[in-house]
């Protein structure tokens, strides 16, 4: 139950827009304690394994059939805690959009599903996209500004103007 909830908890601090986070006490310290969930060492950032074992988590969290394999529905209907910020600001389809892209590059083999093994792979991808200098750990501030699902998520919920 504990991993469900703060599973929950941190997808939706890392999926919200930064700057909502930024501008809300209460978005900042929700994106404080979910990042305090993952970092389990409690040492100021996340190192890979603790990223994967949350990984983990998540995935069984996600595969609601127990058969190992997520499917688009599955994917879209976990929602990432946002569904609601992105109804709210009018960006439903843009959100749905965001993660049906997310859900494509995570589907390693294009067959319409993420096996265990692609989540694992693309989260440890994710991973080292985010790690900006390249230390192999995440502060909380690559991982909210550099996480897949944040990147896409805010891009959605809150683009940026057009030139």
């Not at 310290?29 to 970092?39: E, I, P």
């Not at 990984?55 to 879209?76: P, R």
């Not at 993660?99 to 589907?107: E, I, L």
Request: proline share 2%; no cysteine; glycine share 8%.
């Amino acid at each position: 139950m504990r991993t469900t909830f703060t599973t929950s908890l941190l997808i939706g601090a890392l999926a919200a827009p930064v700057g909502a986070i930024a501008q809300s006490s209460e978005g900042g310290d929700l994106a404080k304690l979910a990042f305090q969930s993952v970092d389990t060492a409690e040492r100021g950032y996340i190192d890979q394994g603790e990223f994967s074992n949350f990984g983990g988590d998540v995935f069984v969290s996600m595969d609601n059939d127990q058969n190992n394999k997520l499917s688009l529905g599955e994917f879209l209907s976990w929602g990432f805690g946002l569904e609601q910020v992105a109804e709210d600001a009018g960006r439903a389809e843009a959100f749905e959009t965001a993660m049906r892209v997310v859900f494509a590059f995570w589907d390693r083999d294009g067959d319409n599903e993420i096996t265990r093994t692609e989540h694992r792979q693309s989260l440890m991808s994710d991973f080292r996209r985010a790690d900006a200098n390249n230390d192999a750990v995440l502060t909380e501030e690559e991982f909210l500004l550099g996480f897949s699902v944040n990147v896409a998520a805010r891009a959605a919920i809150n683009p940026p103007p057009a030139e």
